[in-house]
């Protein structure tokens, strides 16, 4: 058994193909073959079920791989201990966040991870969460910023900031003579919110249950496929919608929008940091926590 064996494997899992996994391993599709079938004759097991159409992880197989993922990282430490001289903050961070995060945080983070650390430049990606869920696991991503609750085996969580909601709208909505709104009147409102699969939507729809009957009654909840999209369209007028305060402080005003605050207790989420608890590298995450907590979240001003 050799790590190039165990890095094929890992690889084959992840693509599910041998033709794509011999390509990002840089050989032929034969030689990885030939290796994977001769690592399962060694271990007496099948690791793989396969077929004309797929390739299938056995669950045998998904404890070995899980397992083998660990030995390569382990294995990158060693690596790392002897370029670096124990240093963890001397290579690059593998990132990832939610769509609704990655794009108002990511502008702030990167300066202040590289004021903290400078030999450690971020990789960042943005993805939904069930993405960024299977990225963690498999060691593609370092770690995560999502929104809670996320729950994943050999995965630590760490809560980093609560994060309230506001509301938008025209700039000639009526309710942009009141200086705070009252959540329970999104109800009545037409509403804007991101299409199925993006984990803001259900956050909206829980902190906001008056939504929900919105979704089988008259009032039409259209959906976007970014806030973005859906701030021009609350611009052109086409109805209100939510949005986390992140994606509004620090974002260029836009006239045709108003923006308002809820009524306390504010609709919010809380925004975590998750990383697999075999990372090897915690004075990262430690500096990643540091950088985030400098990103301040500012109240929206009432006046």
């Not at 900031?161 to 999104?186: G, I, R, S, Y």
């Not at 939507?201 to 249950?209: G, M, N, S």
């Not at 609709?267 to 075999?278: F, H, N, Q």
């Amino acid at each position: 058994m050799t790590l190039t064996e165990l890095r094929y494997i890992v690889t084959l899992a992840q693509e599910q193909h041998f033709g794509h996994a011999a390509e990002r391993c840089y050989v032929s599709q034969p030689t990885l073959s030939i290796a994977v079938k001769k690592l399962e004759e060694e271990l007496g097991v099948a690791l793989f079920e396969r077929s004309k159409s797929a390739v299938r992880v056995t669950p045998i197989g998904e404890k070995v791989i899980r397992q083998a993922q660990i030995v390569l990282e382990q294995a990158d430490v060693v690596r790392d201990l002897a370029k670096h001289g124990k240093d963890q903050l001397a290579s690059p961070l593998r990132v990832g966040a939610i769509y609704t995060i990655g794009p108002y945080l990511f502008p702030q983070l990167i300066p202040e991870v590289q004021q903290l650390a400078p030999q450690m430049p971020l990789y960042i990606e943005e993805n939904f969460t069930e993405k960024l869920r299977i990225k963690i696991r498999n060691g593609e991503l370092d770690a995560i910023i999502i929104a809670l609750p996320f729950n994943e085996a050999d995965v630590l969580t760490r809560a980093i900031f609560d994060e309230p909601f506001v509301m938008v709208m025209p700039k000639d909505h009526p309710l942009t003579q009141q200086k705070e709104v009252d959540p329970a009147v999104m109800g009545e409102e037409r509403m804007l919110l991101l299409g199925e699969g993006h984990c803001f939507r259900d956050q909206v729809l829980e902190a906001c249950p008056t939504l929900n009957n919105s979704l089988h009654g008259q009032h039409l909840l259209n959906e976007g496929s970014s806030l973005e999209t859906i701030r021009m369209m609350v611009a052109s007028g086409l109805g209100s919608s939510v949005l986390p305060l992140s994606a509004v402080e620090g974002h260029p005003s836009t006239p045709l929008v108003a923006v308002r605050p809820f009524r306390s207790p504010p609709p919010m989420r809380t925004v975590a940091l998750a990383w697999r608890a075999s990372f090897p590298r915690p004075q990262a995450i430690e500096v990643l926590v540091q950088a985030i907590n400098r990103c301040q979240v500012k109240p929206v001003d009432n006046s």
